[in-house]
């Protein structure tokens, strides 16, 4: 038996006892059509100690892509087959699904262990075992090895973000729910970064991802970051430090790009020419962002941790360019529901015209101003959620206005 590390055991007994029943109920799988989740075993040396399942859609094409999917805590692979959305887009537009599944064996809660150095390191323990997965899927069911992404939640999100800086030659890109930055755990302790977050510099977190594999002579994999405002299992905290990693490591700035508002009180914030993108899902708690129903940017079914917002596998499975499209748009897609109103456009942040408002104050103060905003203890900036420090009458921070309600650190 692997050593079970401390992260989430902190739980309650109580609580940790919802959350096994409710996954329970999550378990349920529905297959839509022939196809069906199917173990896999015997292939590779595994390990991790992990157990594979593998979803191919009827007249699968050679030469498919493959997507990569990792279950948050307390629940396993059938469970986040069925609801996250997913197959409903792997049917449509033909891709494989890969969808390793923990245990208790491995972690007290079935958490994959985003946090132990044996497993997060290329070439060992559970990082392996998922690179073996992909492998076997290239090997016997024809799948593209320049086409194979990732996306988690949780503890799954914070493997993404393992796969993603360890293998990156692996993964085009990824995407990372409610998730963690890249070695925040170790060093800092499980518990700092998942409930208050750990504050690096983008180059420090950027640094990290360019030490787990530095022999990478190509580009970084491009990364999709969600986060609910509220919550309050993994500090929302976590998606900026994500942010800063991750723009930093495809070489752009922590500036956005571009700005949309989406469906369900979600923004989005696009870098680089679309490097990294980072929605915000204001008053999501823990858990992936899922939309039920029959229209085409709708997808999944409402469970624990499975929260009916938005579909977020829709406009993952677009970034990816999974919807036959010869590369992602930065334009994100309205709502079918919305009628006629024209698709929101990603436009640039405005450019002020004249000499820019810079204004000198407390973090607190500028909370109070309504010129940032605070979240997990710390203060963020307005529009480029950039951390300005501690939020208190302590820390003071320069604001400089670039568009209306936009502000960035310094003048």
């Not at 173990?39 to 157990?51: A, E, I, K, R």
């Not at 959305?85 to 699904?97: E, I, P, R, S, V």
């Not at 030659?169 to 060093?187: K, M, N, Q």
């Amino acid at each position: 038996m692997r050593r079970s590390p401390s992260l989430f055991t902190r739980l309650t007994g109580a609580v940790a006892g919802v959350l096994l029943t409710a996954a329970a109920v999550t378990a349920v799988a529905v297959p839509a059509q022939a196809a069906t989740l199917t173990q896999v075993t015997g292939f590779g040396s595994n390990p991790g100690n992990l157990s594979m399942y593998a979803y191919r859609p009827d007249n699968l094409p050679a030469g498919a892509p493959a997507v990569v999917l990792l279950h948050g805590c307390t629940q396993n692979a059938a469970g986040y087959f069925a609801n996250s959305g997913w197959q409903k887009f792997a049917d449509q537009w033909k891709f494989a699904l890969i969808v390793p599944q923990q245990s208790t064996a491995n972690q007290a809660l079935s958490c994959f262990n985003w946090f132990v150095e044996q497993d997060i390191t290329r070439g060992s323990g559970e990082a392996l075992s998922i690179r073996q997965m992909v492998d076997h899927a290239r090997n016997n069911y024809g799948t593209d090895a320049g086409r194979v992404f990732i996306s988690g939640l949780s503890a799954g999100g914070g493997m993404s973000a393992v796969m993603l800086a360890t293998y990156p030659d692996v993964f085009a890109a990824g995407s990372v729910v409610a998730g963690l930055p890249y070695r925040c755990s170790p060093p800092a302790s499980t518990s700092a970064c998942q409930y208050s977050g750990v504050n690096k510099t983008p180059q420090e977190w950027g640094n990290l991802v360019r030490a787990a594999y530095p022999g990478h002579a190509g580009p970084r994999p491009r990364v999709a970051i969600w986060h609910g405002t509220s919550d309050s299992t993994v500090a929302p905290a976590n998606a900026t430090e994500l942010r800063d990693q991750w723009t930093n490591a495809r070489g752009v700035s922590q500036t956005p790009t571009g700005t949309a508002s989406l469906p369900a009180n979600t923004s989005l914030e696009v870098y680089g020419d679309n490097d990294v993108r980072l929605y915000r899902v204001a008053g999501m708690g823990h858990g992936t962002p899922v939309d039920p129903g029959s229209a085409p940017d709708q997808c999944g079914t409402a469970a624990a941790y499975l929260l009916d917002t938005i579909c977020s596998a829709y406009h993952d499975a677009v970034f990816f360019g999974l919807n036959g499209a010869t590369s992602p748009s930065p334009t994100p897609t309205a709502s079918p529901t919305a009628g006629p109103t024209a698709s929101p456009t990603v436009s640039p942040t405005a450019s002020p015209t004249t000499a820019p408002t810079c204004v000198t104050a407390s973090n607190y103060a500028h909370v109070v101003a309504g010129r940032a905003h605070h979240s997990g203890g710390y203060a963020y900036a307005n529009g480029s959620n950039q951390r300005m420090g501690l939020y208190n009458t302590f820390y003071t921070s320069v604001l400089r206005q670039t568009g209306p309600n936009h502000w960035v650190i310094g003048c």
